[in-house]
């Protein structure tokens, strides 16, 4: 891209703007804060346009050629600004050039892909490429709600709107779904009329827009720990702790270690009432199976 300001006494009184890489949708011409010359000459390149804007107000447009800056080219630009009779004085007007092209095959792709959930939090791994085609379908709007704030907007800023609608069309089919298909035409058709309309919104008409390739991959889950009790050889991981009745007097609780100690003294066996969490009533000892290790 290049841009051509030849100054004459501090007004500018050659525009011209050359997109070499032939990549550029829209471009804000800088004028460094000069004033433009009266019957100044303004070169718009092939396929595209110019136009003119005063405090936010949309003036003419001027289609590939070069032309004079004057009331007679400038129609309703001169009425916004009150000119009369014969005006040749320097003056302000915020241009923008914008392409007429159809850029039609433009390559994109998820990079290095999509990171996204479902409503069951259940994440996955998506690749996406394809191709689509567009063009500018409402150049005002397109400057008033994108490329006015910036100098250039380019297929790059494009492509990087368009991932963000496609991105944002995943996440949605995944949360009201649960579920994303595998077959790029399906998702093509799936993706397209949303992309569509929000372009619409930026003033970009979008077309031929297909998924090619799409891969996705599920994202396991990792375990939750669970708090399970299992079979070992160690009692005190598996057996709670009694209440038993020592004398006629309840004593405890125990744990697996001091059952054994009472056993081995005596003073617990098959018969002797026991109690742990969870019974109603006392029960004898040879009735929890949980104590079986105590007789073994």
Request: glycine share 4%; hydrophobic share 35%; with cysteine.
């Amino acid at each position: 891209m290049s841009t051509d300001i030849n100054i004459q006494n501090e007004t500018i009184d050659t525009i011209k703007f050359d997109n070499n890489e032939n990549n550029i949708i829209s471009y804000r011409f800088d004028r460094h804060g000069y004033r433009i010359k009266y019957n100044a000459t303004i070169s718009v390149p092939e396929d595209y346009q110019a136009i003119f804007f005063h405090d936010k107000e949309t003036g003419d447009i001027f289609s590939s050629g070069e032309y004079q800056l004057n009331e007679n080219s400038l129609p309703i630009f001169s009425a916004l600004q009150s000119w009369r009779y014969t005006y040749n004085r320097p003056f302000e007007a915020d241009i923008f050039f914008f392409s007429t092209a159809r850029y039609k095959q433009i390559e994109w792709s998820a990079k290095p892909y999509f990171a996204l959930e479902d409503k069951d939090q259940n994440k996955y791994e998506i690749y996406i490429s394809g191709l689509y085609s567009f063009n500018v379908s409402n150049p005002v709007t397109l400057i008033q709600s994108i490329s006015g704030q910036k100098e250039t907007f380019c297929i790059n800023d494009m492509n990087e709107i368009l991932l963000s609608l496609i991105s944002k069309g995943l996440k949605e089919s995944l949360l009201k779904t649960n579920k994303l298909s595998g077959d790029s035409d399906e998702i093509s058709e799936l993706l397209y009329s949303g992309i569509k309309n929000q372009f619409e919104k930026i003033g970009i008409g979008i077309f031929d827009f297909d998924v090619k390739k799409i891969t996705i991959t599920t994202i396991k889950k990792e375990a939750e720990p669970v708090q399970s009790i299992r079979k070992t050889n160690n009692p005190d991981a598996a057996t709670p702790k009694y209440y038993i009745v020592i004398d006629k007097k309840q004593a405890g609780p125990f744990d697996p270690n001091e059952l054994k100690q009472l056993c081995f003294e005596g003073k617990l066996s098959k018969k002797t009432l026991v109690w742990k969490k969870g019974l109603s009533n006392w029960v004898i000892a040879e009735e929890q199976s949980d104590l079986n290790y105590l007789w073994n």
